[in-house]
């Protein structure tokens, strides 16, 4: 037998796939050739390596708490993905609602004209544009309400300012005022 035959029969050998007799040739070559010897027995302290057990467990709950982590992780997708659809859902109410304040202030009759052009009825015509015309009469009065509430508001602040600093000033000196007491009265006591 030559090596590249030993190495073969190592193979099966490791394999468990070696009959008797070849088994007996193997040892045979091995116990004569030094270098098939040693690959035998390196191979051989592989094999133990590998056989022992020396698997590391994971813990018993591993399982348990990695499925949490994952259900966590796809909770907050699902609210990051909710919060960005209502704050998408936000901005297009607030866009709209700016678009419908530009139109209704600014466009209602050019609105109009273009509703007659495309040949809409003039009865839903009219409504739309008595529509734009009513919510262009409250976004008026909205913003003349909010010019009044500024000016009072202004006035109270000022105000609102003006008490904060009449009790500041107030509670500095009843500050002084109890100190120069409790000295005088300090003062009385060590003189009796």
């Given at each position: 037998?030559?090596?590249?035959?030993?190495?073969?029969?190592?193979?099966?050998?490791?394999?468990?796939?070696?009959?008797?007799?070849?088994?007996?040739?193997?040892?045979?070559h091995i116990n004569k050739c030094s270098k098939c010897c040693?690959?035998?027995?390196?191979?051989?302290?592989?094999?133990?390596?590998?056989?022992?057990?020396?698997?590391?467990?994971?813990?018993?709950?591993?399982?348990?708490?990695?499925?949490?982590?994952?259900?966590?992780?796809?909770?907050?997708?699902?609210?990051?993905?909710?919060?960005?659809?209502?704050?998408?859902?936000?901005?297009?109410?607030?866009?709209?609602?700016?678009?419908?304040?530009?139109?209704?202030?600014?466009?209602?009759?050019?609105?109009?004209?273009?509703?007659?052009?495309?040949?809409?009825?003039?009865?839903?015509?009219?409504?739309?544009?008595?529509?734009?015309?009513?919510?262009?009469?409250?976004?008026?009065?909205?913003?003349?309400?909010?010019?009044?509430?500024?000016?009072?508001?202004?006035?109270?602040?000022?105000?609102?300012?003006?008490?904060?600093?009449?009790?500041?000033?107030?509670?500095?000196?009843?500050?002084?005022?109890?100190?120069?007491?409790?000295?005088?009265?300090?003062?009385?006591?060590t003189n009796e």
């Open positions: 037998m030559n090596c590249n035959q030993a190495y073969d029969y190592m193979m099966k050998y490791l394999d468990g796939e070696l009959n008797s007799s070849e088994h007996a040739k193997l040892i045979y040693a690959e035998f027995q390196e191979y051989n302290s592989i094999i133990k390596v590998l056989e022992e057990n020396n698997e590391i467990e994971p813990p018993d709950d591993f399982e348990m708490a990695v499925m949490s982590k994952i259900e966590l992780t796809e909770a907050g997708s699902k609210l990051i993905r909710k919060k960005r659809l209502l704050t998408l859902c936000f901005l297009s109410a607030i866009f709209i609602l700016m678009g419908l304040t530009i139109c209704s202030v600014f466009l209602r009759d050019y609105i109009l004209e273009i509703m007659k052009y495309a040949g809409i009825p003039a009865g839903i015509a009219y409504k739309v544009y008595g529509m734009l015309c009513s919510f262009a009469y409250k976004v008026k009065i909205s913003v003349r309400l909010i010019y009044c509430f500024n000016s009072i508001f202004s006035d109270i602040y000022f105000i609102f300012v003006g008490l904060l600093v009449i009790a500041a000033i107030s509670k500095i000196y009843k500050t002084k005022e109890i100190e120069n007491k409790s000295n005088k009265s300090a003062h009385i006591l």
